[in-house]
């Protein structure tokens, strides 16, 4: 009989990024600046690009629950784009161009509240109460980077490349807010309805489409997504009411749950929680909009069954794991050397590993992340 193995390996930053960031504060307490580096070095270990990525990053305070806001520059129709007629992040966009199109402007636009309880630390491991920075940035950065779209819903009507400079007041953006001529941005081609209808051949503006935004049943319909699911349908929130700047630009929280290796990119993060990788879904709707994902990443890309999971987390000794086909760990620690760790009832001991953030891997499963504390 075949055994599957368990691997667990230690998050590590990649030794060469494939992606640089370029991030300028205002206002940024000093000691809040190396989680957000630490954010941006995890996406600049996944997604390859030649320039440099601008961010500037406004602590400010943004009133009620808002955690953080993110706004990309955009470029339409570039020398090279994949699709015409559609928007694209400049990140992207200077990434597949090789070279900057948008000199002197900044890439991504961030926002976070001054007014939360943070958590500063970058071990994962946010003491109840508090919001994990490294996740929240991990998750506004996915926004910037192009897990956004163009979505907007009046009234009854909803369309795509309406929304106008107005709409994000009292925010503003560094570099000019563009006319967007009623064109899609390349993330919302992928979003699809129940019964398959494209969402971007729907006419738009419509009351058809508005009625799509909130139907509860958008997807994704994106070759890499579908492959990080492992064919499972790709929930994407349309709750009803619309949720501006929630809605259609999030996976479906109750589909990725606090756990689940995909849940970074829906809506809403509870204090005490930490995720600090974007998981297989998400890192497959990045390939899908365009990216060039690094090699290196493949294997932490697998798809899990849905039904994976680990538990407590985070964990104090004894972790346990869903998938009840495991049987054995490989632990590697930060130089290279494992051990393999053996059942001990329907759990293993983990007693002895450092405090930090780990992932398991089964070998055609994907990275189930615990918090060793
Ligand atoms: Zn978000």
Redesign the pocket.
């Known amino acids: 009989m075949r055994i599957p193995l368990i691997f667990i390996v230690l998050l590590v930053t990649a030794s060469s990024p494939a992606a640089t960031f370029s991030i300028v504060h205002f206002g940024t307490p000093i000691q809040a600046q190396p989680a957000i580096e630490h954010a941006a070095g995890i996406w600049g270990g996944i997604l390859v690009s030649d320039v440099p990525i601008k961010v500037s990053v406004s602590w400010t305070a943004l009133g009620g629950s808002s955690l953080?806001v993110?706004f990309p520059n955009g470029r339409k129709d570039f020398p090279g784009a994949p699709v015409d007629s559609t928007w694209y992040p400049t990140a992207l966009v200077n990434s597949i161009n090789q070279a900057e199109l948008n000199p002197g402007e900044d890439d991504i636009n961030v926002y976070l509240n001054s007014s939360t309880n943070w958590y500063l630390g970058l071990d994962g491991d946010p003491p109840a109460g508090q919001y994990d920075l490294v996740s929240v940035f991990l998750?506004?950065l996915?926004?910037g980077l192009g897990f956004l779209g163009l979505t907007k819903k009046e009234g009854a009507e909803g369309s795509f490349g309406a929304i106008q400079a107005s709409d994000i007041a009292p925010l503003t953006t560094t570099f000019p807010w563009p006319e967007l001529d009623t064109l899609p941005g390349i993330f919302d081609r992928f979003l699809q309805a129940q019964d398959l209808t494209m969402l971007t051949d729907v006419a738009n503006p419509s009351n058809t489409l508005g009625s799509l935004f909130t139907s509860g049943q958008l997807r994704w319909n994106g070759t890499n997504g579908l492959i990080g699911s492992g064919g499972a349908v790709i929930r994407i929130y349309s709750p009803s009411p619309y949720e501006s700047g929630?809605s259609c630009?999030?996976l479906n929280e109750a589909t990725y749950p606090t756990g689940n290796p995909n849940e970074l990119?829906t809506?809403h993060v509870s204090p005490g929680q930490s995720n600090h990788w974007p998981g297989p879904i998400v890192i497959g709707v990045m390939r899908d909009i365009g990216w060039v994902v690094d090699p290196n990443v493949g294997l932490l890309e697998h798809h899990a069954p849905a039904s994976c999971g680990v538990w407590p987390n985070p964990v104090d000794d004894q972790l346990r794991i869903s998938c009840s086909t495991y049987d054995k760990l490989l632990i590697t620690d930060l130089s290279g050397r494992s051990s393999v760790h053996s059942r001990n009832g329907d759990s293993w001991d983990v007693s002895q590993l450092q405090p930090g953030s780990y992932f398991v891997h089964g070998q055609s499963g994907p990275p189930l992340r615990f918090i060793k504390q």
């Open positions: 953080g993110t998750h506004e996915g926004h929630s630009v999030h990119m809506p």
